[in-house]
């Protein structure tokens, strides 16, 4: 059994150490890797933003399931060019990525199908943008409608910061994806990630996540793709995990009465609102950082899983988890998310290893012709560990934090810390 994972990330290293688990015993191949996934599998040198390339590359070397990891390879197509080649795709075709591609699209398939969300409208001008803030009143949230990396989205607590979120879309920060601006509603409350394994018909959820999205302590600083996460999510009751997966659940009916045949991981940001959970965003493909502490708590073969979703054969599974806990600790380049330094060299990891349940995804590194580990990206590492309570999982990752080492390396210091209150105050 051969298969091909897309992209180089913590995500794709996560996702990799999982089927290397498989009792399949598959031959792993990662495009193109890091410098953790060339330890599991084999790098591959494939430039993945076009999908033809890929399509090529398993042309003169034939796989059996190719995973595609990252949203920007599903939007423009991968998998509708590997249905046509007869090759079996874990992840959706691009009507189904459109989901994430378009953050207007999402809201008004939201809006069809009654799914609960904030309100919003959308503008394809400045002006018009500018003088539809002129009637509102902050905190308001400003979004870039395509794909930006996660950095596309504002939450306004003043008019000025919202005028100038507007203004940074249309002034061309965010290239094509800020063309489209939504601006929506506020909502309060806590926020959560539910991803669900789903093969257009079945809907498996996985386990509530918990991510940090701003770069600093205490929830300050700029928006990133994620600077931790957490499981289990403590403020996630079995009725509020039962409503969110009844969202997943309308949201993919929804998709296949519009003909949309949904495969692949389809990932609820929620926001937990006093009257119930609501959707912020959707997302066509496992999270980052979340699959790194999703992944390591799966006790079913992910092989298996991965087969049946894209074979449309998931109500043949049950999915099995570990009753732990697992907190995922983000290590990242000096100046992220803005500009960073790369290829510098990074110290401690196989010692951090060493502290009982800790792996170390890597996010942003590569390999130099010697061996070195370098950093090669704004998150660089994801230091994840397991540990039977969510106590003992933060003050290991923690510990293995302090045995790593790369010039201007930054993290917070808070991941974990409001489950941990959270459950002191039950």
Known sequence: ????????????????????RSAHKPELFCAPGNGGTAALSINAAITIEDPANVVEWIERNPVDLVVVGPEGPLVVGLANLLEAAG???????????????SKLFAKELMERRGIPTGRAAAFEAKEAALAYLAEQAAPIVVKADGLAAGKGVTVAMDMDAARDAVKECFDGRFGPAGEVVVIEEYLEGPECSLLAFTDGETVLPMLPAQDHKRALDGDEGPNTGGMGVYTPVPVVDAATLAAMTDILERTVAGMREEGIDYRGVLYGGFILTAGGPKVLEYNARFGDPETQVVLPLLK???????????EKRLSEVTLSWRGDAAVSVVLASGGYPNDYLSDLPITGVADAEKVPGVTVFHAGTRLAHDGTLLTAG??????????????????????????????????????GLKALQALEEA
């Open 300 to 310: 079913t073969d992910l092989v298996d899983v991965m087969f049946a979703t894209a």
């Open 87 to 101: 090759i079996p795709c874990f992840g959706p075709k691009a009507s189904g990525a459109h989901l994430e591609g």
């Open 378 to 415: 704004g998150r660089v590492l994801d230091v994840t560990a397991v540990a039977p309570n969510m106590a003992e999982a933060r003050e290991r990752a923690y510990e293995a934090v302090g045995r790593i080492s790369f010039e201007g390396m930054h993290y917070r210091t808070d991941i």
């Open 1 to 20: 059994m051969r298969i091909l994972v897309i992209g180089g990330g913590g995500r794709e290293h996560a996702i990799v150490s999982a089927l290397s």
